[in-house]
């Protein structure tokens, strides 16, 4: 197995009823290599959020499924939660893993986005990197207003139509915003002291919206029951900003605070170029590319001896 | 990959003309299954070096016919380079991966040296898990005085004779060594320096024979074309001494010289254990295994799925 592989996550707007969410998963798993990593379900949200991988095809077929499944099961005007929502299917992204790129899955995106207007008749926003319009990028733009402004919106104001299908809303399945965008990974590093000072003060430094790392979101966070403190962050971009950097940066800025730093970790799952990009770059691996390991060499010769 | 899989690695003593390369390349290929997966060639060194891998007859095969085409084309008595030579196909080490144990490469070993002696009059010597006696289980003591020396050495001294054919050496091919062992990576750092007095010294400080790293030799060789100098080694246990802390030993010893260390580099491939633990020894990783990595969680789900 060295296709290319895609990642998807859906989010929909039920997190209460296990039978409906034993039904989308069952949706996304009839297809073959589609593989469901993780799921969580919140029921305050009222949101569920399916993390699944597989070849291309295959994920898309997957989407395309449970997105029909969705649109048959979730009804947007009894389903209430904390979570803004447009869609019973309300977000679906498709993310970039071995051998493919985000521009394979901006391909996908919209290629999902067609057939879910014209197999389920639920019409479609694309946002990040799927966007069709500037305006739509961000997704808590396309989604203000949610299910409940937007339906009557659409009748008066072009400009909210979907970018697929409609006018008009589903009138109990909303809409589906669509989109691609890359792997984001959950990853924090632990100090060893019981200052939260210092971890706020390394995560004001780091984190992009203060000027610091491009693609970094950082809180400092106290470990109370370890007398620890924790720069908390979400990478999302680790191209951009990989995880030596990250972690170098921060072993840098404790340092001049008098602090070693503990340990760190990847919370949930990281894509192996994540983690080959760390070594290879520690190391100052000159032309170090995937292939060069062993195991995924083989296995792509075997890709290409079995499919050509 | 269900049938038993060998890994052979022959160096060769030219690493500058691009025909002759093809011409071994092409050999090894003429044989179904056997699959090329990575060619390294440098010019200071004048050496070359094939990974390739297949079922074990495959393997067998390829090893016959690349030393009978090394024999024809190299001519030890031009070829000259920085490193060490005893044969125009140098050293044939035949390597267990998926299905197949050290002991099957021995004996795969020992059927290549007869037939390589048998079909193309070039002797051989056998070394590690393959070898014969127990004073040329180490490449470094079978390979002492390189062809120039051993050539007349084996005219007067039985002690110098190759386990099979000879006793004197083919007149421009040499000798093959021919081995067994267990998966070796061969990595490098380079030194922004053209002392190699430095690079020695370095390579002195690891390795093992002098009471460095367990499971690492070491050599200090010159880059003269790039103005560098090159700790050169074979770490042939990198569960005991990992990449990174070959690598963090080097920038300290360098850094007592006053030198800065350039890069680093894996002549053919590495397993990948051996890259995810350099990642995670270096971000201090806490509770990481090969199923953090998102692609890895995908192959052996796919595998259970297939399996079961």
């Keep these: 197995l060295n296709s290319p592989l895609v990642e998807c996550v859906p989010n929909f707007a039920e997190g209460r009823d296990p039978a409906r ?15 469901v990593l993780h799921v969580t379900s919140d029921t305050d949200h009222n949101r569920t959020v399916i993390t699944f991988a597989g070849p291309p095809r295959s994920v898309l077929e997957s989407a395309v499924r449970v997105a029909r499944r969705a649109s048959e099961i979730i009804d947007l005007r009894t389903a209430d939660g904390v979570h803004p929502r447009l869609g019973a299917l309300d977000v679906l992204p498709f993310v970039p893993l071995d051998g493919s790129t985000l521009q394979d899955c901006v391909e ?48 008066t104001d072009k400009a909210k139509h979907p970018d697929i299908g409609g006018p008009e809303l589903h009138p109990t399945a909303g809409a589906v915003i669509v989109g691609a965008r890359k792997f984001l990974i959950a990853y924090n590093v632990n100090l060893r002291t019981d200052d939260l000072s210092i971890a706020r003060n390394i995560a004001r430094s780091i984190r992009t919206s203060s000027g610091g790392l491009p693609a970094v979101k950082a809180l400092g966070l106290s470990l109370a029951s370890r007398g620890l403190v924790q720069v908390s962050m979400n ?19 404790a340092k001049q605070h008098g602090v070693e730093v503990e340990e760190s970790e990847l919370i949930g799952l990281a894509p192996r170029k994540a983690i080959e990009m760390a070594a290879a770059r520690f190391l100052k691996l000159k032309d170090f590319d995937t292939e060069r390991v062993i195991e995924n060499r083989l296995a792509s010769t075997e890709y290409v001896r079995n499919n050509r």
């Design 235 to 253: 990478l999302t971009d680790f191209e951009t900003t990989p995880l030596d950097i990250v972690f170098s940066e921060i072993v840098r800025l």
């Design 108 to 155: 996908l995106a919209h290629e999902a986005g067609h057939r879910i207007w014209h197999e389920t008749g639920v019409p479609v926003y694309f946002y990040e990197a799927a966007a069709l319009r500037p305006d739509r990028r961000k997704l808590e733009d396309v989604r203000r207003g949610e299910f409940e402004l937007l339906r009557t919106a659409v009748l």
């Design 21 to 35: 969410i034993e039904a989308l998963l069952a949706a996304i798993g009839t297809v073959p290599h589609s593989t």
